[in-house]
């Protein structure tokens, strides 16, 4: 038995493009611009379960990004994700629906920096945030205890790439899991 019944993986890849300089608290140092940022993102996710087909959805991001907010190697991120997981077919074994909306809290470590005029800026991320789902279909084989409606805590774990287009855009790819701490983001019978 592991901590974590359930993985869902969201997003499997993202990509955000991110509007810089639109706030800017504080411009005390030109290597050193502190900025706060919004991103827009799509990707794709999949849950893990115990069901035979898995399809990818679509998945969404909105962020929130405090740039170089820690330094020039810490940028702290607030985001919401929502998306879909479930099964192609219902009626089958293990097959199920269910829509997610996550907040989280995410630091973004770049291990080489962020200084400007940096063009490829690698990182990786962990954050902490919650899950709240709605079960939207149950298979036959669902577990007769997991709640329809709820909401459980999850990690954010992953890794990405920025690329600085210009002063004011930046793309960025990223893949990242997000482990649940609970068995409910799917309904059917563990086997």
Same mark, same amino acid.
Not at 52 to 75: E, I, N, P, Q
Not at 83 to 88: A, R
């Given at each position: 038995?592991?901590?974590?019944?359930?993985?869902?993986?969201? *997003?499997? =890849? @993202?990509?955000?493009?991110?509007?810089? !300089?639109?706030? #800017?608290?504080?411009?005390? $140092?030109?290597?050193? +611009?502190?900025?706060?940022?919004?991103?827009?993102?799509?990707?794709?996710?999949?849950?893990?379960?115990?069901?035979?087909?898995?399809?990818?959805?679509?998945?969404?991001?909105?962020?929130?990004?405090?740039?170089?907010?820690?330094?020039?190697?810490?940028? *702290?991120? =607030? @985001?919401?994700?929502?998306?879909?997981? !479930?099964?192609? #077919?219902?009626?089958?074994? $293990?097959?199920?629906? +269910?829509?997610?909306?996550?907040?989280?809290?995410?630091?973004?470590?770049?291990?080489?920096?962020?200084?400007?005029?940096?063009?490829?800026?690698?990182?990786?991320?962990?954050?902490?945030?919650?899950?709240?789902?709605?079960?939207?279909?149950?298979?036959?084989?669902?577990?007769?205890?997991?709640?329809?409606?709820?909401?459980?805590?999850?990690?954010?774990?992953?890794?990405?790439?920025?690329?600085?287009?210009?002063?004011?855009?930046?793309?960025?790819?990223?893949?990242?899991?997000?482990?649940?701490?609970?068995?409910?983001?799917?309904?059917?019978?563990?086997?």
């Amino acid at each position: 038995m592991t901590l974590f019944k359930k993985y869902r993986l969201i *997003p499997l =890849l @993202g990509i955000a493009i991110y509007l810089f !300089g639109s706030l #800017t608290p504080d411009k005390s $140092s030109a290597q050193e +611009t502190k900025e706060l940022s919004i991103g827009l993102g799509g990707g794709a996710s999949f849950g893990v379960n115990e069901a035979h087909d898995k399809t990818l959805h679509f998945a969404g991001r909105v962020t929130l990004l405090y740039w170089r907010g820690l330094g020039s190697m810490f940028t *702290p991120e =607030l @985001g919401l994700t929502f998306t879909t997981n !479930g099964t192609p #077919t219902l009626g089958g074994f $293990s097959e199920y629906t +269910t829509s997610m909306t996550a907040p989280d809290l995410r630091i973004r470590f770049y291990p080489f920096g962020t200084e400007d005029g940096k063009t490829l800026m690698p990182y990786i991320h962990a954050g902490v945030g919650v899950v709240i789902y709605n079960i939207k279909d149950k298979p036959y084989n669902s577990d007769p205890s997991v709640q329809v409606t709820g909401a459980d805590p999850n990690l954010a774990i992953g890794a990405g790439l920025t690329y600085s287009i210009n002063r004011n855009w930046m793309l960025d790819l990223n893949i990242s899991g997000n482990p649940s701490f609970a068995d409910n983001l799917n309904p059917a019978t563990d086997q």
